[in-house]
């Protein structure tokens, strides 16, 4: 069965420090991989979208970047922190080709402090 | 992807009694999704419904869909308390929504036990 892992849970980061957020999938080849945030009391942005390794699309200029370095791997990074980062980060996936709905990861509490 | 708007925001009701929220959205598509999240937590896919389909089904679930009016509401039926969480809709245009489902500020449903 096809399974996804977001790590950490919890993060509590101090302003101008690097930040790497790792989410990888289990059990299912050449999924969509996805970033989204979620600030306090907002619904969810769409940060970055992936259809293939190395392939990266960005809905929102920002202090983020992403990467797929393998198949079912997404990285979430930043050089430097700003406190406008904190937030719940989710990973998901979905089958290529789309058409069904999406499997999320258990998501990131960001703190920067 | 377009956004879905759902409406009310919030929704408080006693624990056994049925839940309605609703879903409007902008432009055809291909099928609309409902989605479920707990406090702190990640979305959980509830059901699909695709645009040639008017009402489904799954266990204390109906999502019914109007493409004429482009609108869906989504029925929880003899609601419990674990039911409390937060719903999102999420329309997806033709193409397969690779470009990542967007998702509004959802409908806060909290049971009162």
């Known amino acids: 069965s096809q399974t996804i892992h977001q790590w950490p849970a919890t993060l509590v980061q101090p302003v101008g420090s690097p930040l790497s957020l790792e989410c990888t999938v289990e059990g299912t080849s050449n999924p969509n991989l996805y970033w989204y945030r979620q600030a306090a009391g907002r619904g969810l942005q769409l940060l970055f979208y992936?259809?293939?390794?190395?392939?990266i699309s960005s809905e929102v200029p920002q202090n983020l970047s992403a990467s797929r370095p393998q198949d079912r791997q997404f990285i979430l990074s930043s050089k430097k922190l700003l406190l406008s980062d904190s937030g719940f980060y989710l990973c998901a996936w979905s089958v290529r080709g789309g058409g069904s709905g999406y499997t999320f990861g258990s998501g990131t509490r960001l703190t920067v402090v | 992807s377009q956004q879905g708007e759902e409406d009310p925001q919030a929704l408080s009701i006693q624990e056994g009694e049925n839940a309605t929220m609703n879903c409007s959205y902008k432009t055809s598509i291909n099928n609309l999704q409902w989605y479920r999240q707990n406090s702190g937590r990640g979305l959980v896919h509830l059901i699909l419904i695709r645009s040639n389909e008017r009402e489904k089904h799954s266990g204390r679930l109906r999502v019914t869909l109007d493409t004429s009016k482009k609108s869906s509401s989504l029925l929880i039926t003899a609601s419990r308390a674990a039911d409390t969480a937060s719903y999102f809709c999420a329309p997806m245009s033709s193409g397969g929504g690779a470009d990542g489902l967007t998702f509004g500020k959802g409908t806060h449903l909290i049971i009162q036990p």
């Open positions: 992936s259809v293939g390794i190395g392939q």
